[in-house]
């Protein structure tokens, strides 16, 4: 069904009653507008971004701990590891997520899977039914996971017009061609970079007062914000026409680039699917000998297809049935795009 209200109050109670609160989050657009409405809302705290996995591990506790915080909130990390909870000092960890639903002692878990196994709901999303404001930040959030909350997209229309024009409908046009989604796109690459970076745009964004502030450079504090997002943008960009020359197959794009570059290979694989709805693509980028991947295809479950292809390879993945993330290494990668790519003819004559 949802999150029910009462367990929306719930959570705001917590918010209301801490007196240091920490929060942990995921490093995209979801994860750090949940943070923003979090924190705008109850001005007092500290945020951590939880960078480069999925899992919320022990060490993390340390930081709850050493700044004394009475509550801990994680948000969008799909999987917070008992040891995390564990080692923290406050027994007062509050989990908002999306992401199937894990088994854990101790804390207080809110997620919508749990009434309903496909309501997956942005955590943005929410987290502004939590608040009740900052609109503009929770709709940059759920934009970023490819969703349009019909419950709050009208409001929004209303108070931004420019932000989203009538005519995009589907969120992935949505994403990639609106100023919301170029808004979205500002919060995935201010991220990118050096932590101590990272946390000084987070900080101006947690002071932002409107999206204008930073889309038409109004102040310093927005020029600062888009300044870095232009650096960043150039890089990508730079990454995406590359990667675009690799469109030539008819079922496939596969692309790497070297480590030393920043992570993009989740936004270049959700931008080429966009762009080639009818091609699976593979986009690696190699670091500490391995290739790591992000893979995307629109209508073949990815999945099974992974399962074969890693066959005799080291290496491993897995990961939604549209979405997969996959770490194999350097000298296997031919070999495993090989498999791969067998696999996937071998459905497609199946069919
Ligand atoms: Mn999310």
Known sequence: MAISEKNLQRIKKYLDESKKPIFFFDDDPDGLSSFLLFYRYVKRGKGVIVKSS???????????????????FVLDKPLTTQEFVDGCVSNNIVI????????????????????????????????????????WIAMTGIIGDWYIPPDLIDKFRKLYPELVPKKYKDPGDMLFESPL????????????????????????????????????????????????????????????????????????????????????????????LHRFPDKINIIGREKSGFVRCSIR??????????????????????????????????????KFVEQFKLAVNEQLVEK
């Open 54 to 72: 999925p899992m919320l591990k022990e060490e993390y506790a340390i930081k709850a701990n050493e700044y004394y915080a009475d509550t801990v």
């Open 181 to 272: 989604g170029r808004l979205s796109r500002i919060f995935s690459f201010v991220l990118k970079g050096r932590s101590q970076e990272v946390m000084k745009a987070i900080k101006i964004l947690t002071r932002i007062t409107s999206p204008s502030e930073i889309m038409n450079q109004e102040t310093a504090r927005g020029r600062f914000i888009y300044k870095k997002f232009e650096k960043v943008e150039s890089e990508y960009e730079k990454l995406l026409s590359s990667a675009m020359k690799h469109v030539q197959d008819k079922h496939f794009i596969v692309f790497t680039y070297p480590g030393r570059k920043t992570s993009f290979t989740g936004e270049l694989s959700n931008e080429l």
């Open 96 to 135: 908002l997520d999306h992401h199937p639903v894990i088994k854990l002692k101790g804390v207080h878990y809110f997620n919508p899977r749990i009434s309903n196994s496909s309501d997956n709901r942005p955590t943005s999303y929410w987290a502004y039914r939590v608040v009740n404001q900052d609109l």
């Open 297 to 334: 295809s629109k209508d073949i479950s990815i999945p099974p297809i992974l399962k074969k292809a890693l066959v005799g390879i080291r290496g491993y993945g897995g990961g939604h049935d549209h979405a997969c993330g996959a770490s194999i290494k350097v000298d296997d990668f031919n």
